[in-house]
């Protein structure tokens, strides 16, 4: 082709470039005036005060709804003030079917709006600084319990490797390894392996939610899990069944005993009434 054909299209190319470095120029104007600046919270968009590692406020920080007792003594579902009476310990309607392989579960806070932004800054940027936060949070709630003290290592749930590959980390591992850190207990990330994948439907229900991760997960070939109490640690718990699922796995392989926590818990639906001596479920909402 000729000149004057080229001519046009040279043109549009001339622009394009004097675009992307203009872009290129903003970028790098951003990334400098945001060493000095602090952004925005990713919780709320509000401006940060100061200039941390950490990309979230402190009023959001501090807006997570901790859970606190009265919780069931095994799965630590949060329950009504009005049902323990009488029911010593305490236990929620699934544990005292004992529906879960684990023995302990705890979680840190309420699986709100502010958590859920949170959970998706973990879940899909990788914000390692908000897993360490996490990290923290959940050493606290280790170290109020006696019993998951005990551990013996802390062990992420894993994805299965070709979404690990597809995302390149594992958002569990981004809490589980500041907390095996805090507490001087191995991480043991190979430990055990996602053996069938999640189905690609975003939204799962109650019951596929159990039907899709049973036998979903196995120790790795050669593992030693014989007699070790595992700390197991996810993001969040909503029915528990990946918690039961790979509890099950570890405790076929021998573990002794499974405690698992997550930083976040969905609130349940359901409220537990005692009524003249009878204790029943009503869905409340
Ligand atoms: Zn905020
Ligand atoms: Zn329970």
Same mark, same amino acid.
């Given at each position: 082709m000729s000149g004057p054909v080229n001519f046009p299209r040279l043109q549009l190319a001339g622009h394009g470039l004097a675009r992307t470095l203009r872009d290129e120029a903003s970028r790098a104007a951003g990334a400098l005036l945001g060493l000095f600046l602090p952004g925005a919270c990713r919780v709320c968009e509000q401006p940060l005060a100061d200039a941390s590692r950490l990309p979230v406020c402190s009023t959001c920080l501090e807006s997570f709804q901790k859970i606190? #007792? #009265? $919780?069931?003594?095994?799965?630590?579902?949060p329950l009504g003030p009005w049902v323990t009476a009488g029911q010593d310990p305490p236990r929620c309607h699934l544990c005292r079917k004992d529906t879960y392989a684990f023995s302990l579960a705890r979680s840190y806070a309420i699986y709100d709006q502010a958590m859920s932004r949170a959970v998706i800054l973990l879940k899909y940027? +990788?914000?390692? #600084?908000?897993?360490?936060?996490?990290?923290a949070r959940l050493e606290e709630l280790v170290r109020s319990s006696p019993e998951m003290l005990a551990a013996d290592v802390v062990v992420p749930v894993p994805l299965h490797p070709a979404r690990r590959r597809e995302r390149g980390y594992n958002q569990a591992e981004? $809490? +589980?390894? #500041?907390?095996?850190?805090?507490l001087k207990l191995p991480l043991r990330d190979a430990l055990l392996v996602r053996t069938r994948p999640r189905p690609d439907k975003l939204k799962l229900s109650r019951k596929e939610r159990w039907t899709t991760v049973r036998g979903a997960y196995a120790p790795s070939p050669g593992a030693r899990i014989d007699n070790l109490r595992i700390m197991l640690v996810d993001d969040v718990f909503t029915s528990g069944a990946t918690l039961d699922a790979c509890s099950r796995a570890l405790?076929? +392989?021998? +573990?002794?005993?499974?405690? %698992?926590?997550? $930083? %976040?818990r969905t609130a349940e639906a359901w409220t537990e009434f005692n009524l003249g001596g009878d204790t029943g479920l009503v869905k409340s909402r």
């Open positions: 606190s #007792p #009265p $919780i069931c003594t095994v799965c630590g579902r940027e +990788a914000v390692t #600084p908000l897993g360490e936060w996490f990290g981004l $809490i +589980a390894r #500041p907390l095996s850190r805090r405790r076929k +392989a021998g +573990a002794k005993h499974v405690f %698992a926590v997550t $930083i %976040a």
